[in-house]
C-alpha cells in the first residue's frame, strides 16, 4: 500500500508571495491532519481535516488555511508569506476510527527569502 | 491543555546496548493514547510504538517497549540491543480519545524530541 505522498517537496518563495501544499494520504485513509515543524518551536499541530470538513484547529494566523477533496487528499495554503513560515510541513492521515494512529509523510521544505 | 516535555535533548548509546528515553506529560483526560514516532535525518517521520492509556499492560514492538506510569503521567521509551539505524530523532506525542460519532478528532502534541546517537 503506497505512503503518504506530499508535494513538492521542496520549496522556495520570496516573503508576501502565497503558497499551496499538496498531501495525497494513504489509501482508505479519510483524516489528513497538517503540522509545521521548526527548530524553535517543534512540531506543531496547524489543522485536521475529516471528510471534507475541517474538525480541528490549532494556533495558528489566519493567513494558514486548509481544505480537503472528496477523495481525501487536502491542500494548505498560506498567504502573504512571512520569514518565519519557513519550515517543515508534514502531513499525516489516519482512517475513520477513534483509536488509529498517523502516518506521516515525508514533508515540504519550504523556505522564504 | 496537554503538554509533553522530553528531558532529555539528547542521548547516546553503544551498538547493542539497551537505552530509555523519557517522557512525561500533563493532562486532566483520563482516556487517552501515547505515541514514540522516530525521524531518521531522512525527515520521514515513522511511528514506533503506542500505548492506550487504558490498557495497563505495557506497549511492545519487537526492540522498543514502554514503561507507562499512568499516575505519574510518564511514558519512557526502552530500546534494546541498540543498531546504528536506530539513531533519529524521537519524540513522544500525546493525543485525547475524545470522540464523536466514531471519529477522532486527531492532534497529536509532541514533546521537544531526543537525538539519539548510536556508537558502533
Known amino acids: 500500500k503506497a505512503g503518504v505522498t506530499q508535494t513538492p517537496r521542496y520549496l522556495i518563495k520570496t516573503r508576501g508571495q502565497q503558497v499551496t501544499l499538496s498531501c495525497s494520504p494513504i489509501?482508505?485513509?479519510?483524516?489528513v491532519s497538517w503540522y509545521q515543524q521548526t527548530p524553535g518551536q517543534g512540531l506543531q499541530f496547524l489543522f485536521e481535516?475529516?471528510?471534507?470538513?475541517?474538525?480541528n484547529k490549532g494556533n495558528f494566523p489566519g493567513r494558514f488555511s486548509g481544505r480537503q477533496f472528496s477523495n481525501s487528499r487536502s491542500e494548505m495554503n498560506v498567504s502573504t508569506l512571512e520569514l518565519g513560515d519557513s519550515a517543515l510541513y508534514l502531513c499525516?492521515?489516519?482512517?475513520?476510527?477513534?483509536?488509529?494512529?498517523?502516518?506521516f509523510g515525508p514533508g515540504t521544505r519550504l523556505t522564504v527569502t | 491543555a496537554q503538554t509533553v516535555t522530553q528531558s532529555q535533548p539528547e542521548m547516546s548509546v553503544q551498538e547493542a546496548e539497551t537505552v530509555t528515553l523519557s517522557c512525561t506529560y500533563d493532562?486532566?483526560?483520563?482516556?487517552?493514547?501515547l505515541f514514540w514516532y522516530k525521524q531518521p535525518p531522512s525527515r520521514q517521520m515513522i511511528l514506533v510504538i503506542r500505548q492506550e492509556a487504558y490498557k495497563q499492560q505495557n506497549a511492545t514492538e519487537n526492540r522498543f517497549s514502554v514503561n507507562f506510569q499512568k499516575a505519574a503521567k510518564s511514558f519512557s521509551l526502552k530500546i534494546s540491543d541498540s543498531q546504528l539505524g536506530d539513531a533519529a530523532m524521537y519524540f513522544c506525542?500525546?493525543?485525547?480519545?475524545?470522540?464523536?460519532?466514531?471519529?477522532?478528532?486527531?492532534?497529536?502534541?509532541f514533546g521537544q524530541g531526543t537525538i539519539l546517537t548510536v556508537h558502533p
Open positions: 499525516a492521515s489516519s482512517r475513520t476510527g477513534f483509536s488509529h494512529e498517523q502516518y
Open positions: 489509501s482508505g485513509h479519510r483524516s
Open positions: 481535516y475529516f471528510s471534507e470538513t475541517q474538525r
Open positions: 506525542a500525546y493525543r485525547s480519545a475524545l470522540s464523536a460519532g466514531g471519529t477522532s478528532y486527531g492532534k497529536l502534541t
Open positions: 493532562t486532566s483526560e483520563s482516556d487517552y493514547y
